[in-house]
């Protein structure tokens, strides 16, 4: 089914390993927070939403990467996530993923497609 790709940031304010977008998605039965991060060139999206308690990952907002610029780390309990699959390699929820997101980056835009496969 086609949905309404959404407009969630320019190009420029997403650099590799700094700062994060975030923005809200529509998923089945609510309004879920969610983010866009730059590693490796490429633009990656999840949900905002830790895999060891369904908690926001970013210590401050905008803040998801960890000191060394490159991963993800949860503010929490600091699980320690890949940012371009978004699989925990380290922390209690080891080998689970963040829920990725499917984005596209066009003309110096980062768009969300609002696509749910389940
Ligand atoms: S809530 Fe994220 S590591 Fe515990």
């Known amino acids: 089914m086609a949905a309404q790709r959404q407009l969630i940031a320019r190009s420029e304010q997403l650099q590799d390993g700094g700062r994060g977008v975030r923005f809200e998605v529509q998923i089945p039965g609510e309004t879920a927070p969610a983010f866009a991060i730059r590693s490796g060139g490429a633009v990656h999206a999840y949900l905002n ?21 490159q991963y993800l780390i949860c503010s929490l309990h600091g699980a320690l996530y890949l940012p371009d699959s978004g699989q925990c390699i380290a922390g209690p929820c080891y080998g689970r993923s963040l829920f990725k997101l499917q984005v596209e980056e066009i003309d110096g835009q980062v768009y969300y497609l609002p696509v749910m496969d389940k």
């Open 49 to 69: 939403r830790c895999r060891h308690v369904p908690t926001e990952l970013d210590w401050q907002d905008g803040r998801f990467f960890d000191s060394s610029g």
